[in-house]
Every structure is written in structure tokens, then in C-alpha cells.
């Protein structure tokens, strides 16, 4: 199941009490205040993780607790602080207390706090006077800070699927990823940003990437639609973009399709213009099998960068192609 929300009871530790206590002396009833101060309460982090797709390792977690601090102890002894608590979670996720906005885990190892562990108390050695020399008060520790909070996971793209509609990008993103867009062989299909996680490989060597269908870079050019800056977030973000062309389209209009989707990349966004772009011929088979190396020799002659060639629907060139992203990516 993949989990983009999640609530979260989260819970400081509880400083220490402050320590009532008198020296142990030989031949002496009571000696002097020694009690020392609490430790302070743990506190509660969220820490960036690039390896982490989805929030679904916390779907059966509800509270977040860290340690409490420890009572002060003989001799002056602080208490032992709380342990904190690191909580790892992806990279786009962000942090809400109500309506209100923490923050935002953006970069790997970025860590963000969401609830403050309580001060220790003072222990009676502080409260110690020249009227009062056997002190019998401390103060409590103060208690850790506790909030609901909802983690809102805006995955951040490393790679963008552009194309014309029917171009196959959603076909592709199914394929290739956990991402269940809608597939229909009419345009303006997808308005919103589809996001899929790839994983190639598997146990330690295992590594994703985020994938996102944007077809809204052009359907919504044209249509008014779609266009968000949640949109735009995830297209700007992405490090490389996958430029789909169907080769159902005779090589004249694959080209003039190629064309008109660079000229829109680049004056809807240069930033965007100027990502690395890989190819992908894709509906490979629809053509017919004797024509086809032909025709990509061809379209490879008149392309700015060699082709990668895929059929999503035949599950062909996939490996290849996930090999060709994978290394453009890292
Ligand atoms: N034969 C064939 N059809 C495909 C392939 N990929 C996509 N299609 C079809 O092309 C049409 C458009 O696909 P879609 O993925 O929705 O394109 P998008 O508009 O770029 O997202 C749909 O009818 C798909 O079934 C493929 O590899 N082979
Ligand atoms: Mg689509």
C-alpha cells in the first residue's frame, strides 16, 4: 500500500525531576543538599531520507514518543537525558500542525524538530540558603512538547515524462512503476501530475526513482489546465526528463511532434529546456518488425541523441531503458 498521509500523535520526553537528597556522611545524620538537576526530555526529529518513496513504514505507527529525562541524582549527578527520537522520512514531506506548516524535508540528512523535550528540574542542592541548609524542595522537570501533526508527502520527481498526448507516457509509467495512472487512447486524460516509484533491483542493491507522467506541460498549455505550482514544483525539480515519441506516427510527424514539445518545454520553462532529455521511442509494436531498425537508424540521424526504443505494451526495451535513466539520474 502506498501511504502519502499519515497522522501522528508525537511526544516529547518529560525533563527529569530535580533530586531531594543529602550527603551520606559517616557519623552524620543528615548532611548537606546534593541532589542534582533532572535531565532534559528527549526530543522528537524528522530526518530526510533519499532511499524512502513513501510514508507506508509508518502506516501502523500512531505516536511518536521519545524518552523521558531522568531524576537528578547523590553528588550533584545530572539525570540522564531522554534519548531523541529520528524518525526517517522521504524527501518532500511535509510537516503540518493543523493548518499551519512546520516544515519541509527537502535534502537527504536534513533534519527538522517537532517537538521539544521538557528541561530538567532543579535539584535541592540549588535551592540551598544560609537560612535553609537542608532544602527539601526540587523542581519538577517541565513537560515534553506534544502535537498532532500530518505528514504530507509531495514525492519530488527525479525524472519527468513529457510528450504529446497518446504518446504513451502513461502505458510507461504503469510499466515501469507502482503508479496506476489512467490509459485511454484520447488526449487530456491526466491533468494532474502522476507519480510512480520505480525500484531496479532488489534487497541492499536495490535503487528507485520517482517518475512523473506531466502531461499537463502541454495539455495544459493548451487547455488552461492543470498547471498548479504543485505542478510546477515536481517538473522543476526533476534532474532528467524522459521525451516520449510513438512510432505509430509515420517519421515526418514523430519529428515535427518532437519539435513542437522541445519548443513548449523551452518557453514554458528554460530551466526545464535545459535538463538532460533521453528519447524513447515508444509503441514499438506497431511496427512492423522488418521496418523497424531501419526506421531507427533513421529517426537516430535526424534526433539530436540517440533513441531509446520500448514497447511499454509488449513489456520490450524496458530493462534497457530503466539501465539508460538509472545511470542519468545517479
Ligand atoms: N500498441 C501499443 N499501444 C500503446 C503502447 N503504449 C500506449 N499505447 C496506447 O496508446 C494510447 C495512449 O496511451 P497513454 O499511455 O494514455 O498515452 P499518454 O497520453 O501519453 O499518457 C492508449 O490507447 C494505449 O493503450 C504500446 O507500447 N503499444
Ligand atoms: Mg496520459
Redesign the pocket.
Known sequence: MFVDEKKLLIRAGKGGDGAVLFRKEKYVPRGGPDGGDGGNGGSVHLKGASNLHALSHLASIDRIEAQPGQMGGHQLRTGKAGEDKTVLVPLGTQVFDGEELLGELLEEGQELRIAKGGSGGWGNWRFRNSVDQVPQRANPGTPGEERTVRLSLQLIADVGLI??????????LSAISNAR?????Y?F??LEPQLGVVQLGSGDDATTFVVA?L?GLIEGASSGKGLGTAFLKHAERTKTILH?C?L?QDDETLLAAYHTIRAELTSWSPKLGDKPELIVL?????VVPDELAARVVGLSKQLPSAPVV?????RQGLADLLTSVQKLVA
Open positions: 510528450g504529446l498526448p497518446n504518446a504513451g507516457k502513461s502505458t510507461l495512472p489512467k490509459v485511454a487512447n488526449p486524460t491526466t507522467d502531461p516520449c510513438s505509430e515508444t509503441k514499438a509494436d506497431t520500448i514497447s511499454a505494451a509488449a
